[in-house]
């Protein structure tokens, strides 16, 4: 699998993904600035890492999604290329319009950096292979914009299609609004796109790839797309 | 000439900065203060002098970048 | 005066005490330049020798402070500290404050203290890998306190999490004390490889002298004076001087500097702190021995009209200077320009050991460098030692039950979880975290030496300090040692961040001569030499001065293998004492937290800190982590055993049941006697061995009894709940916070 990480001025946990793609067995990632226009001959896979592109200024994401290698990123996708966008890399896929709808600033407004519960909404994508649909599984959030909106049509055509691959949860994996951490519509914390290979997800799965180092229920989303990928 | 952008979430989005904004002036005691939207405004220098010419300019700039049309309106603003 | 003082046009008496020079200091001014200096050299001085650049109160005593070890590569004088910690690597540490700034206007204060204190991190070649702070508030019945707990708060987290940078533990304290006086102390731990440190001192004449980072504009001129004097009520008015920070270049600088590091360009770098380019560009030109041009219309101007006083004055953050090698100007230009952010020459360096300051050509401004560093002032203030406190009454002790007193204290704002503030810092990202905070120390694995983590922590006691400045700066340094030694750590050194009072009150003084004498003590006892520091003084409002804060962070090194945490592991574990005292759990109550949240009495001595028993209990318990027997471990502090006991419960999820000698008086409970550790091992067997090796070591040893169940119990009598204790820990500061 030939992983491409996007640098924008502002990315911050580039280094982290690179980590978790080696933990799971991976070649290192190569790194794609966010100036270029082309992504490296024969790329599997391209993750665009949480951060502060540009300093969440204007919107997180937005001008991030406006960069030129966010064309290239366009294009990739659109011939069924795999993508996955964590946290700021979430915002920057959404305000780039390749997935649907928009994450705006936490219910509670601060920033929470904690360990969250969630509930796998679907195994079948190249992403979630790994995991049970229903399983309950835990990793940190850090953010202060993950607060998913989308209208209501858009929101039904992502649960008829089975596009929502994780929901927050409680301690005993029971899905509601009042305990969605952060106020989320229908408690999302991570969808696909229409051809089930583009993942956006507020969750950081690349802190938790070890034991003693924020546990190991990161690591299934970077085997299975090793595994799908190689 | 100057162009001033406002850019607010669409009716029907939650503003959870509005929403607390509501909170502390009812707990201050001003009463009767009902949906309270935060938004922002971008001010801009324009070259251009045509007025009708700078609005199109500005409308594209709000299409491009300045607002998500996803979750935000947006009003403008032309002056001298 | 003498009337025959000369003063440059547009310059008298008044012009003088504005910028904060006394009439004596005046006088070497003018011995030094040989002639009335005009505004921008007056500027200049007063800068130079404020309180914040020149030390001139402290210098003294500072001095007598141990900085010496075979792991310190450099110790104060340099940006921040810099110890060998193995594998080629080093760790460059250092804590600085921004208390006034942060009162003034908290978001913007504390993270332009974030910012400056990563700036003197990553200015050496270190890529900073951690933030601690240290923050204390007034008491929370203040009406001011919950907006400045929190606007500080965000204002740590919004320019720590976007630079990326790990905020990983710290330390809040409430008091009446600091009403009107907050202090906001902040420290960075980098790594750096040990042959690529860069330092200060300017080199090579002719070299070309570059501007990089932000623009300059008008802010914050005169900040470093501002930390130097007391406030008054019309502090408020001063906001305008307060800067703002963008962490979003800082951290394109880091990379950028980083980038050009890697490189051979640079000669030296500085950082532009507080009185920006002056002391930035007086620094490189007085370590290196040499003379500096600057052509100040080249510098990078944000707002229209500068001039040079501006110029030389301003505190605009996120800018570094920097000499580099001839012919490497290109080079370094194009990484700037990669990174998009500014990139001038403005100058260059000279034989002439003079700072010649030009405006389009013309001299406006000519000083001698080193008589102006050498012969900034330096005070024998005079002191006066602290009366000791006389031992408080102890009546109303056990006037309520262990379990009311226990819960009282989980949820008093001093015993109270941190969890609301920290979690709205990322102390996750860079995938290193290992202790996360909230135990005794965090733990942050090498990037570059995977097997091995940098342990960290910082800690001060304050009433133990006012109550006895000597043992107060005694206790602030074993607290260290010993929350790093929890971990399974070996402590390797300090940084000290001395927040006083006004120093030309004797008493005052003499609070900081104590602390000095008591850290010092303290250093050398444990092998945990000072290696960088900062000093804030004239923390008063209206003549009140703050309890004295000598904040201590301290760094130690681990095998990541050998960690342990606080947290009760498994049901039936024996639980063992360590370190107290003859005949008893504990006794020392007075001064103690018990006293003043459960009795109402903020009195009496501190206990005392017997350095020869901490080492040696210390020692111990690092030994049987290291050996791998101890499943986890804690040290005792605010609120005794009891306390420390409910800690390692709450982190477990698991209760305990623990037998006293005598009778469960608060004195054993609650009683804060120091050198003390409680330790977990996996059985009985264990438990003896651990017994068998304290007894040889001369270690005072006590089985108190064996985890699991819900609830904590002592001698038979049931206590509350982990549920319960977990609800008296967790409510106070949300709840606090959200009224």
């Excluded at chain 3, 919004?158 to 409430?174: A, I, S």
């Excluded at chain 3, 409680?678 to 070591?697: C, K, P, Q």
Aim: aromatic letters at 6%; glycine letters at 12%.
């Amino acid at each position: 699998m030939k992983t491409a990480i996007l640098l924008f001025p502002g990315t911050n946990r580039e280094q982290d993904i690179i980590k978790a793609v080696t933990v799971a067995g991976g070649k290192r990632p190569s790194v794609v600035w966010h100036r270029d226009t082309a992504l490296p001959e024969g790329t599997d896979l391209v993750v665009v890492a949480g951060g502060y592109s540009y300093g969440d200024y204007l919107r997180p994401g937005a001008m991030a999604a406006r960069s030129p290698v966010l064309n290239a990123v366009r294009t990739f996708a659109a011939d069924g290329g795999c993508v996955l966008g964590v946290c700021n890399g979430f915002q920057i896929l959404t305000e780039a319009g390749i997935l649907p709808g928009a994450l705006v600033r936490n219910r509670g407004l601060q920033f929470i950096c904690r360990d969250v519960n969630l509930v796998v909404g679907t195994e079948k994508s190249p992403f979630t292979g790994g995991y049970r649909k229903g399983q309950k599984i835990r990793l940190p959030v850090a953010h202060q914009d993950g607060n998913y909106t989308a209208d209501a049509e858009t929101l039904k055509r992502l649960e008829d299609e089975d596009r929502i691959a994780f929901r927050y949860a409680d301690a005993n994996g029971v899905v509601s609004d009042e305990t969605c951490l952060n106020g989320s519509l229908r408690s999302i914390a991570g969808v696909l796109s229409e051809n089930r290979r583009v993942l956006g997800l507020m969750p950081h799965p690349e802190n938790s790839i070890e034991a003693g180092f924020g546990g190991t229920d990161g690591l299934p989303l970077f085997k299975s797309l090793l595994e799908t990928l190689s | 000439m100057k162009a001033k952008v406002t850019i607010s979430f669409k009716p029907g989005v939650l503003d959870p900065q509005g929403r607390a904004i509501s909170h502390a002036l009812a707990g201050l005691g001003f009463e009767g203060v009902g949906d309270v939207r935060q938004g922002k405004v971008i001010e801009l220098d324009l070259a251009e002098t045509d007025a009708a010419k700078a609005r199109e300019q500005v409308e594209a700039m709000c299409q491009a970048l300045l607002a998500n049309p996803v979750i935000e309106t947006y009003a403008i603003e032309l002056a001298k | 005066m003498s009337k025959t003082v000369p003063y440059a046009e547009g310059i008298d008496a008044n012009v003088v005490r504005d910028h904060g020079l006394s009439e004596s200091e005046y006088e070497t001014v003018l011995s030094i330049m040989g002639r009335a200096p005009n505004l921008l050299e007056l500027g200049i001085f007063s800068v130079m020798w404020s309180e914040h650049c020149s030390y001139k109160s402290s210098k003294k005593w500072l001095k007598t402070l141990p900085t010496q070890a075979p792991w310190v590569v450099h110790g104060p004088g340099e940006n921040a500290g810099v110890i060998d910690i193995g594998d080629d690597l080093v760790a460059v540490f250092k804590m600085e404050s921004h208390n006034h700034p942060s009162y003034i206007e908290p978001y913007q204060g504390a993270a332009t203290g974030v910012g400056g204190i990563l700036r003197d991190v990553f200015t050496m070649g270190a890529r900073p890998v951690a933030n601690l702070n240290a923050l204390r508030f007034g008491a929370p019945e203040d009406p001011n306190t919950r907006h400045l707990v929190s606007g500080v708060v965000s204002g740590i987290g919004g320019y720590g999490n976007c630079v990326g940078v790990p905020c990983v533990g710290g330390e809040v304290n409430f008091h009446p004390g600091y009403n009107g006086n907050i202090l906001v102390n902040a420290m960075t731990v980098g790594v750096a490889k040990r042959d690529r440190i860069f330092l200060s001192a300017a080199a090579g004449v002719g070299n070309p002298v570059v501007y990089v980072g932000s623009r300059t504009g008008r802010d914050g001129i005169h900040g470093a004076t501002m930390a130097s004097t007391e406030f008054n009520e019309g502090s408020e008015e001063k906001r305008p001087t307060v800067q703002v920070g963008d962490p979003f270049t800082e951290k394109l600088l880091i990379e950028a500097c980083l980038e050009l590091m890697a490189t051979d360009a640079i000669v030296s770098i500085q950082d532009m702190g507080a009185a920006g380019l002056t002391s930035s560009s007086f620094e490189m030109a007085s370590k290196g021995g040499l003379g500096v041009v600057l052509d100040l219309e080249r510098v990078p101007m944000r707002e229209d009209g500068m001039n040079p006083y501006e110029l030389m004055l301003s505190e605009s953050q996120e800018r570094m200077l920097m000499v580099l090698k001839p012919g490497r100007e290109d080079l370094a230009r194009s990484i700037f320009e990669k990174w998009e952010l500014e990139f001038a020459i403005i100058g260059h360096l000279t034989d002439t050991g003079r700072m010649e300051l030009r405006w389009h050509g013309e001299t406006v401004g000519d000083l001698p460098i080193d008589p102006l560093a050498q012969a900034s002032p330096e005070y024998d203030r005079p002191w006066q030692p602290t009366v000791p406190a006389r031992p408080a009454s102890m009546a109303g002790v056990d006037s309520i039950t262990w379990q009311e007193a226990l819960l009282k204290l989980l949820s008093s704002p001093d015993g109270a979880s941190r969890r609301w503030i920290w979690e709205q810092y990322d102390y996750l990202v860079g995938g290193n975290t290992m202790q996360r905070p909230g135990g005794d120390a965090a733990v942050v694995r090498l990037e570059d030496a995977p097997s091995k983590a940098l342990a960290m922590t910082a800690d001060c006691t304050p009433r133990y300090v006012e109550a006895d400045p000597v043992m107060g700066g005694r206790q602030a340094v074993a607290e260290v040692w010993r929350n790093l030694t929890a971990v399974g750590a070996v402590p390797l050194a300090i940084t000290d961040n001395m927040n006083f009072g006004n120093p030309e009150k004797p008493r005052i003084m003499g609070q900081f001569v104590g602390a000095c004498q008591g850290i010092r003590d303290a250093c050398l006892a444990l092998d945990f030499p000072v290696v960088s520091g900062n000093v804030s003084l004239y923390n008063e409002t209206n003549n009140q001065a703050i309890p004295p804060t000598p904040a201590i962070g301290g760094v130690g090194i681990v095998s990541c293998d050998k960690v342990v945490d606080l947290a009760f592991k498994a049901e039936g574990q024996p639980v063992l004492l360590l370190g107290a005292p003859e005949g008893a759990e504990g006794h020392w109550l007075d001064c103690s937290l018990y006293l003043r949240e459960i009795v109402g009495r903020e009195a009496g001595p501190p206990p005392v800190v017997d350095l020869a028993h901490e080492r040696r209990v210390g020692d111990l318990v690092r030994a049987l982590i290291s050996e791998g027997v101890v499943t986890a471990c804690h040290d005792l502090s605010d609120g005794g055993l009891l306390m420390g006991l409910a800690d390692m419960a709450l982190a477990g999820n698991m209760g305990v049941r623990i037998h006293l000698e005598g009778t469960p008086s608060a004195f054993a409970l609650f009683g804060e006697d120091q050198g003390r550790y409680v330790l977990t091992v996996a059985n009985e067997a264990e438990a003896t061995a651990v017994i068998e090796r304290a007894v040889a070591t001369g270690v005072s040893v006590r089985k108190l009894g064996i985890t699991g169940g819900t609830e904590l119990m002592v001698n038979g009598e049931e206590g509350p709940t982990v549920a319960a204790l977990r609800e008296a820990h967790e409510g106070w500061l949300p709840a606090y916070m959200g009224a």
